[in-house]
């Protein structure tokens, strides 16, 4: 459910306020390194999206972790960075075609029974 910038999940003990995220510049999308899930259609979505072909978009933003694919990262101020995310405004370049893992964030399966680890990972959540 959502209200405005407030998103709700039933079975979720905590709610979102996006509008965290303009402050927060983009604290899920970099840190340490990680993993940014993108399935095959996701990634025919995105190079679509660029205009570039499958295969040129692969080798430039996707890396293959045991036989799944996730985007690439580079380092920049010894921190982990989205290859999506702008350095400069901390936007995401790619918002509209941005993976299911980041569209659900912070509503994952592992923060519901740990949300308060998430509620200090990412300002915009409040525990109910
Ligand atoms: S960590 Fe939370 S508040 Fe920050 S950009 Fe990500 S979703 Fe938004
Ligand atoms: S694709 Fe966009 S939302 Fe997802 S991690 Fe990269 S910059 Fe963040």
């Known amino acids: 459910m959502t209200s405005n910038n407030l998103h709700y999940h039933n079975d979720f003990p905590y709610f979102f306020n996006s509008n965290a995220c303009v402050a927060c510049r983009g604290k899920c ?28 978009f692969a080798r430039q933003y996707v890396r293959q972790v045991n036989g799944q694919l996730s985007l690439k990262e580079r380092v920049m101020n ?3 960075l989205c290859c999506f995310l702008d350095p400069v405004d901390h936007c995401c370049t790619i918002y509209n075609y941005r993976p299911e ?6 509503f994952w399966k592992e923060f519901k029974d ?10 915009g959540v409040s525990l109910l």
């Open 29 to 56: 999308c970099r840190g340490q390194r990680g993993y940014i899930w993108l399935s095959r259609e996701e990634l025919q979505e995105m190079a679509k999206a660029r205009s570039i072909s499958l295969n040129a």
């Open 78 to 80: 010894n921190e982990h």
């Open 101 to 106: 893992q980041c569209r659900t964030f912070p």
């Open 114 to 123: 740990d949300p308060e680890s998430i509620s200090l990972a990412c300002p």
